[in-house]
């Protein structure tokens, strides 16, 4: 089973929010054969695409005045934005080896590189549009 078909988001809300799909340079859009290279790993730099409407999860160090109060997270349409990198990272309480390949179903943390803060979800709607409606998780 290819890796992308098993990523599972952290809430109901970012998964309705962004439609992710991972990616890498390694996989070069083609279908993944069975080899070490077509892996993700704990410690990979990837950008997160929201497929429907063609952007890339991007965060820089501004945080928002309400609700949750911590760093904004938006879409952007540039491929080479250097702030659309996100470190693939385990649980606290679970850390993972770097280069281990990140299982299906595994729990993972995504860390943005410029900042070194986690992607977070809450029970907040949006600042900007208020129109994000949390749902509860259903695991």
């Not at 929010?17 to 890498?24: D, F, M, N, T």
Request: proline share 4%; net charge positive; charged share 20%.
């Amino acid at each position: 089973m290819l890796w992308r078909r098993c990523v599972r988001v952290p809430s109901a809300a970012l998964a309705s929010v962004l439609p992710l799909v991972l990616l890498w340079s390694a996989w070069s859009g083609a279908e993944a054969r069975d080899s070490d290279l077509n892996l993700v790993t704990c410690g990979s730099l990837v950008k997160l695409l929201n497929t429907r409407h063609n952007v890339r999860l991007h965060s820089h160090d501004v945080k928002y005045g309400s609700g949750s109060g911590q760093q904004s997270v938006t879409g952007v349409d540039a491929a080479d934005d250097a702030n659309s990198f996100w470190q693939i990272r385990g649980k606290p309480d679970k850390p993972c080896t770097r280069g281990a390949p990140i299982k299906c179903g595994q729990q993972v943390r995504f860390t943005h590189m410029k900042t070194g803060r986690n992607l977070h979800s809450h029970h907040f709607t949006s600042p900007l549009s208020n129109n994000q409606v949390q749902q509860q998780e259903t695991e």
